[in-house]
Structure formats: C-alpha cells, structure tokens
C-alpha cells in the first residue's frame, strides 16, 4: 500500500516504484520471453537505469537492436504469432517508456551506451510533466518505435522543420496499462505532426494487438468512431503539457490534423531511413550513442563482453531493492 501511495505522490513510473512482473521469486515466470530488462540505480533518482537484454540473456540496446518490424517467421530466435496478411505490414514493435495516467518522463537515453530507459532531468531535477485538466500524467502508454530516428540536420518535407533528434514516439491507445520497459507489437492507425519549439516531433497513434478491442481499429477514422474524444483530447494535451512550466502553448502542422495510416507509414519508414544512415556512419550523429550488438555492417557493432563492461561502467551496482532481478516483457500471445 505505501508503493501505491507512493506512486500516486510523484508519478513515477511502474517499474521503478511498484516491482511489477519481476521475474524471481514473486510469480510464475512465463515462457517464450523476448526481451528482459535490468534495473540499476535507485527507482526515482538520477542514477536510475532500466537495462534490456535478449532472450539469451544478453545486454542489448532497445534503441538499435530491436527489429522495427514485427518478423512473420522469428525474433531473436523465437517464432512469433503471425498477424492476418492484410495487417502484417502494419506490425511493428513499440518500447513503452511511460505507463498511462503517470507523470515521470521515462525515455531511452539515446546518448548513453546501449541506451537504457531513464527519467529525464532538467535543469538538474527530475522531470515530471504537469497534469493537464481532467487527466491525470500521460493519457496513453507513451513510448517509441525502434531503429527509427528524426535527424534534426534533415528538414521534413511535409513539415517543413528539422527532426527533434530522437526515436518516433507512440501513443498506444489500448484499454491496458502497461509498464516501463514493456515491448510490445502494434498496429500503426494515424500520426499527428507537433512542432515543439521548431522541431517536427511525430506523434504516432496505434494499439497493442493484444488488446481486446484491437480488431476494431484499422485506420484514424476508427479511433473517433469508436473512442470518441480521444483524438482531441491527445490534441489538447500536446497543446498544453508544457504551458505549467512557463512555456507557449504547442504547435501543429496541418493545423492539427491526424494524418492517416498510410501517411504514418511513410514517415516511419522515412525515420527508419535515417536511422539506418545513422547506424552506418553515413550521417552526423552528434552525441547519438549508436553502440549495438546486432547490427551486422555498422561499424559501431560491440561484443557482448564489451556490452557488459559498459553496463558495470555505468552503475556498479544493482538496484538493491530488487537484488538485481530482471523483468520479463514481450510475451508470445501477451
């Protein structure tokens, strides 16, 4: 009960203060996981890393290593549950950052080696985003598509503004909470285009195949059908999440308008473009950390003993709290 109160007070995200899903000792484990994460540093801190690793249990970055596309066949060795044919170009993996209805502002740190998830700090404080009448935190499971990346050194031609030089984010719109570190497949419905401070930052709109009402949605349309208001709402909460900190009210491109399935699509694989050029060292990446173990030809390509030399560098120890347990996500058939 304390936990609960607890991430009622501050927002923080799941995997840090509540120990959901933890894999040793507090329920069954459950076959077939993809992916696993590692918790280092204390949960709500600065020091606070959330680490992933492969179904053999090796380190791997979320960022770069984690197909973008839901493979019909395998992943990571595994066989996967074929979508219909008619969606299975639809189907892409989506990394939750941010559980629903809380205000901890978890991302992928993108110019960390293997890019574990961590709470944003600025201004040397921990970030929290404001609640924005009647809600409560972020109104979806908030997160990203892997191997995608907006490169703010290329101006989008829709847009006409630079990228905002991280991964696409994603709102899933399930009926689910999920959790910090989930991997998840999901299907694409529409994208909204913001302009935060004269960046294109790409908002996806998708749901979690897994959902019990997933087989309702197939485009934008069917999110005003059959979850009316929701659309708006997701409009206002951009416009405003950052005005309580002092800040002009968002912008958007095509006034504000969903753009639709087929239009998301393309701007995930103009992303995925980038990010490839990014992972090749055909691109300036700045302080982009693009270490990886997967990626065959990319130069930035690293062994698993120089993965896990990086992670002990990082933090020298486990999260006491948790002993060092692992989190098991991405279940076949979840």
């Known amino acids: 009960m304390s936990a609960l109160l607890r991430l009622l007070r501050t927002g923080a995200p799941a995997a840090a203060c509540l120990r959901l899903g ?21 949960p ?9 690793k492969d179904v053999t249990g090796h380190y791997i970055s979320p960022f770069h290593d984690i197909p973008l596309k839901v493979n019909s066949k395998e992943e990571n060795g595994i066989p996967t549950k074929k ?8 189907l892409f993996n989506m990394i939750v950052e941010i559980p629903r209805w809380t205000n901890a502002k978890m991302e992928i740190a993108t110019e960390e080696p293997l890019n574990p998830i961590k709470q944003y700090v600025k201004d040397g404080k921990l970030r929290y985003v404001a609640n924005i009448f009647p809600y409560k935190g972020y109104i979806w499971n908030y997160g990203t598509l892997p191997q995608t990346w907006e490169d703010p050194r290329e101006k989008d031609k829709s847009t006409n503004c630079f990228g905002d030089n991280d991964p696409i984010d994603v709102c899933e719109i399930g009926s689910k909470i999920l959790s910090c570190g989930e991997v998840i497949h999901v299907k694409i419905l529409g994208i909204l285009a913001l302009i935060d401070e004269g960046e294109t930052d790409w908002k996806l709109i998708a749901i979690n195949v897994n959902d019990p009402e997933a087989s309702k949605f197939h485009d934008i349309d069917d999110v005003e059908k059959f979850k009316p208001g929701y659309l708006e709402a997701t409009l206002n ?25 087929a239009f998301a699509l393309e701007v995930i694989k103009s992303t995925h473009q980038c990010w490839k050029a990014l992972l090749m060292k055909k691109c300036n ?5 693009c270490t990886n173990l997967q990626i065959s030809d990319s130069p930035f390509r690293c062994t698993q003993e120089e993965a896990r030399s990086l992670v002990e560098s990082v933090l020298s120890s486990p999260n006491k709290e948790s002993n060092g347990e692992e989190q098991v996500w991405h279940f076949l058939g979840k």
């Open 44 to 52: 709500c801190s600065q020091n606070y890393r959330l680490f992933f």
């Open 237 to 261: 909460w951009f416009r405003l999440y950052k005005v309580p900190d002092g800040k002009p009210e968002n912008q958007f491109a095509f006034n504000g308008e969903f753009k639709n399935k």
């Open 285 to 289: 990446g700045g302080a982009i950390n």
């Open 22 to 42: 933890t894999s040793a000792g507090t329920g069954p484990r459950r076959a077939m996981a993809l992916y696993h994460t590692e918790e280092r540093g204390q």
């Open 83 to 90: 979508a219909r044919n008619d969606e299975y170009e639809n």
